[in-house]
């Protein structure tokens, strides 16, 4: 295996689909897509095809070094693909870096704010997310205005309410 290919799930935690997504990565991404058996794939295009003998879901090719793998979205599937890409040599990655999975960024602040737009929960959240590459750079070096970003994140990852009876 290419000893820097590495995976993440890129599915949004606590929700529910009918696909997941599993993101591959490699300095040597057809090797590595060979290697697992998968299809070789040219990039922009997506392909269906056996997913490591756990489920047939499409492969979506991004980038010259970033694949997603979608199998059908229940947590027993993707914890089943991501199995077998571990036992396959591929490395877990919890989080990627963002100016990976976002190269259209034009800094590590937009990257960031396009990962957060991703998964906000709250339509309110977008405006505000949206300005922040800009509030970041006038802010500069006093970063204290930015540092309680209380209401945004409550926007982002609302509190979960349960009424009883």
């Known amino acids: 295996m290419t000893a820097d290919a590495s995976w993440w799930v890129a599915t949004p935690p606590r929700t529910h ?26 990039v922009a295009l997506w392909r269906l095809a056996d997913l490591l003998g756990v489920d047939r879901g499409v492969i979506a090719r991004y980038s010259a ?34 100016r990976s999975v976002y190269p259209e960024a034009s800094s590590e602040i937009e990257a960031r704010m396009l990962a957060t737009l991703a998964r906000a929960a ?28 209380g209401v945004l994140r409550r926007l982002i990852e609302p509190p979960l309410v349960a009424a009883i009876g």
């Open 122 to 149: 709250s339509p309110l959240a977008i405006d505000l997310l949206l300005d922040q590459p800009r509030r970041w750079a006038e802010a500069g070096e006093d970063t204290t205005e930015l540092a309680d970003g």
């Open 17 to 42: 689909g009918a696909i997941g997504i599993v993101s591959i990565e490699s300095g040597d991404l057809e090797r590595t897509l060979g290697d697992l058996g998968l299809p070789a794939i040219e």
């Open 65 to 98: 070094t970033r694949a997603d793998l979608m199998p059908h979205g229940g947590p027993l599937v993707t914890r089943k693909l991501t199995e077998a890409l571990s036992a396959r040599g591929v490395e877990h990655r919890a989080k990627p870096d963002p």
